[in-house]
């Protein structure tokens, strides 16, 4: 993971040295020392550098290394637009290679590094305003056989022909002039159409004379991992298409005469920036925190100027260590079956339930609150836990192409993994999909489904009678550390009344509908075999139906308090790890449907995750992003034993802790493998089959009724070069290894770089 460096206004060494002949993308571990001792003023444009600048008397903390992340900048070179097709970072611009795959990416094709379409294929690329209206063609580094005959391409953009390129054999540019207000602000499609393409480099030009005379255009821009620089041509520029935490700064050190110009837009208007150089090593980005914005350096006045360690940072101190505490002797994880998190007012503040018992929990551990769980149904989302993979990984869901109901035999998963580090596991579940025969009881030394001990996959089972099974196995076994796995289907339909809360939460007129006591299957028409309904009843009903589900988060919290007494009457509480989350929550009439597996919204993926244990884990409220694949890892990590290197998630103890927090961490859920979503910080994209994006705000239309792709780009294509990215290698993403998407590890572009 990212290592968090505190600056305190240290000196720093800077150079600026004449060009380089090849560009580095790679990374190593930072060095532990980082500047800050200038700063600048900022009127809402660029250039407002302050004149003998003095160092913020604040201490800082970085978050974002722009250098480690120079695989997600998008390059230019004279304002021009520069795309590298040959590197993984091409992923961002393929439109998420939907709705049929053509791209082979970071591929070799005749002795050369390029993204190779042998049917033809399109793309997707990002322009500014200033760069749409300067823009006059497209210029394509493309890639054919030394002995190639002539052959022609056909070039579309935005849907309308632009033109033919005559290809000839081996490398070599070719230049399409178009006409002015052909390529417009924001997103442009191309499509390249007739035939194979092995496209290396791809610029968007002002001037073809400009264009042609500089035929390596991704060297004007490197980063140095030995040394920690990142080097920028004369008026060369990266930007960075991220969400800026609140006060956030940027500081780097420049030498000599060179000045490299900061300038970072927010999509409302708003903008923050200045000039480093000259003494001045601190930029405010404030004026645009909170906000998506593009984040832009461009280097001026010399040949070749080198920023030491640029980097982002935010206020704060040097983080205090995790609790060092023994470790648990005994974990409980508990999976409240369809249990949302905008339900609980741990994970949302004001919800109506009252949930005593998590507050009591949530008051001395740590809340995560933008957890995203694998899928949107219960077998998915287990399995992400289970194994710690994502569902591209253990591949098992219930719908789509390809997939399979039980987790393959080559993946551990849960039992066998705590097992081998000590504990003995138990199971206690009521969810009939959770089962022995998918893979699920693996390593446990007792695994009880009591749903199917009925002879039923879905029914009525209280959470009381199973927690009380759950608790009498556990303490039959506390002689020896354990873990206990807890399932209940309370909040799962069918969802039943529960007094005393139900007469408080439906309000003061009296219902006289049918949904008096149940939710039942007849009058919203769920279907025998289906997770959901086909009618919506009237407004007055679902009023009902939603102080239904409300008593039944009550009654899970009630049932949370007897596990807290249970554990206590034993005399283990203090040795026990609680985690508490759901596999997937419950779609309530908010956009026509009931029940869940039939879209991603935040209602069905967002659920809740609670960590509690403060000999070894922080009181905490995360607002950055976690998910399913986190869960095992956490687990191990608490107990002192490393995770294998097969699992693709990340301990989150320390993030409680603090590591890492200030800096947007996505959360990805899949819907079958032919949908898909990842939220970072407010921003949320789904995809699905044709691979159109859907940019939503979920703050400010927590409904997710509008698109604002159009007038969000700069939040767009946040989260499309996020998703597209992990999209095209989630199935060899590892966090720990990795970092995420929205803030790679030191050394991950090379891996990623080199491939599988």
């Keep these: ?270 903008r923050a920036g200045g000039l480093l150089g000259g003494g001045v090593r601190h930029v405010d980005l404030s004026p645009v925190g909170d906000h998506a914005v593009r984040l832009q350096l461009t280097a001026r006045d010399c040949p070749r100027a080198t920023l030491a360690e640029p980097m982002v940072t935010v206020p704060g101190a040097a983080l205090a260590p995790a609790p060092a505490g023994p470790p648990p002797r005994f974990v409980v994880i508990w999976v409240m079956d369809a249990l949302r998190a905008d339900r609980v007012r741990p994970f949302a503040p004001g919800a109506r339930a009252e949930v005593p018992n998590f507050e009591k929990l949530a008051a001395t551990g740590a809340v995560f609150r933008q957890f995203y769980v694998g899928g949107n149904e219960s077998q998915t989302s287990h399995a992400t836990v289970w194994t710690g993979t994502y569902p591209a990984v253990h591949n098992v869901r219930l719908a789509g192409d390809g997939g399979n109901w039980k987790i393959p035999g080559a993946l551990p998963v849960l039992g066998e993994l705590v097992r081998a580090a000590g504990l003995v596991p138990i199971g206690v579940t009521a969810n009939g999909f959770v089962t022995e025969g998918g893979g699920y009881a693996r390593g446990f030394a007792e695994f009880r489904n009591m749903m199917r001990e009925k002879g039923m996959v879905n029914g009525i089972l209280f959470g009381a009678d199973v927690l009380r099974a759950a608790l009498a196995r556990l303490d039959a076994r506390k002689a020896e550390p354990a873990l206990l796995f807890l399932g209940t289907v309370d909040t799962h339909g069918p969802w039943i009344a529960r007094q005393p809360w139900i007469e408080r939460y439906d309000g003061p007129k009296p219902y006289t509908g049918p949904f008096q006591q149940f939710g039942t299957a007849k009058d919203l028409g769920i279907r025998r075999g289906q997770m959901g309904c ?104 608490a107990l002192g034993v490393d995770a294998p290197a097969g699992l693709q998630g990340e301990s989150l103890l320390p993030r409680a802790a603090g590591l890492g927090r200030g800096w947007p961490r996505p959360s990805y859920a899949s819907q079958f493998e032919y949908a898909h979503a990842m939220r970072v910080a407010r921003w949320k994209i789904k995809v699905g089959k044709r691979g159109t994006p859907v940019v939503l705000d979920v703050v400010a239309d927590p409904d997710e009724r509008r698109d604002v792709s159009r007038e969000r780009p700069a939040a767009r294509r946040m989260l499309t070069d996020a998703l597209g990215l992990f999209l095209a290698t989630r199935k060899r993403w590892h966090k720990r290894d990795l970092g995420v998407v929205t803030n790679l590890a030191p050394d991950a572009a090379a891996q990623l770089e080199a491939g599988p």
């Design 534 to 637: 086909s009618k919506v009843p009237p407004p007055r009903d679902v009023e009902r139906l939603r102080a239904i589900y409300d008593s039944a988060v009550s009654y899970h919290d009630e049932r949370l308090g007897e596990l807290i007494s249970g554990l206590q009457g034993m005399g283990i509480y203090e040795q026990t790890m609680i985690i508490v989350t759901a596999d997937h929550g419950e779609e309530l009439f908010e956009d026509g449907r009931c029940g869940h597996g039939a879209s991603l919204r935040e209602t069905l993926v967002r659920v809740p995750l609670l960590v509690h244990y403060p000999a070894r884990v922080a009181a905490a409220v995360v607002d950055e992003g976690a998910e399913g694949v986190d869960v095992v890892p956490t687990i191990l990590d």
């Design 1 to 270: 993971m990212p290592r968090v460096l505190v600056v305190l206004a240290l000196a720093g060494a800077v150079a600026c040295k004449g060009k380089r002949d090849q560009a580095d993308d790679g990374a190593a571990p930072p060095g532990d020392a980082a500047a800050a001792t200038g700063s600048s003023a900022s009127d809402g444009g660029v250039g407002a550098a302050a004149a003998g600048a003095v160092a913020p008397s604040r201490p800082e903390r970085a978050v974002f290394s722009l250098g480690d992340n120079l695989l997600t900048a998008h390059r230019s070179v004279d304002a021009d637009l520069v795309v590298g097709a040959g590197s993984i970072g091409f992923a961002r611009y393929t439109r998420f290679d939907m709705p049929v795959a053509r791209w082979t990416l970071a591929t070799g094709r005749h002795g050369h590094r390029v993204a190779h379409a042998p049917r033809g294929a399109s793309f997707e690329v990002p322009l500014t305003a200033e760069q749409a209206a300067a823009a006059r063609g497209l210029a394509f580094e493309l890639v054919a056989a030394a002995d190639a005959p002539p052959s022609k391409r056909s070039i579309k953009v935005g849907g309308r022909r632009a033109g033919v390129v005559e290809l000839g054999s081996g490398r070599a540019w070719y230049h399409l002039e178009l006409d002015a207000g052909r390529l417009v602000a924001g997103e442009n499609q191309v499509v390249i159409e007739g035939g194979d393409v092995a496209l290396a480099t791809l610029r968007v030009f002002a001037d073809r004379g400009r264009a042609a005379a500089d035929p390596t255009p991704l060297a004007h821009a490197a980063w140095d991992p030995a040394s920690r620089r990142l080097e920028l041509d004369d008026r060369a520029g990266l930007a960075w298409y991220v969400h800026l935490p609140l006060d956030a700064h940027l500081v780097a050190d420049v030498e000599g005469d060179c000045r490299v110009e900061v300038d970072a837009r927010s999509d409302d208007g708003t």
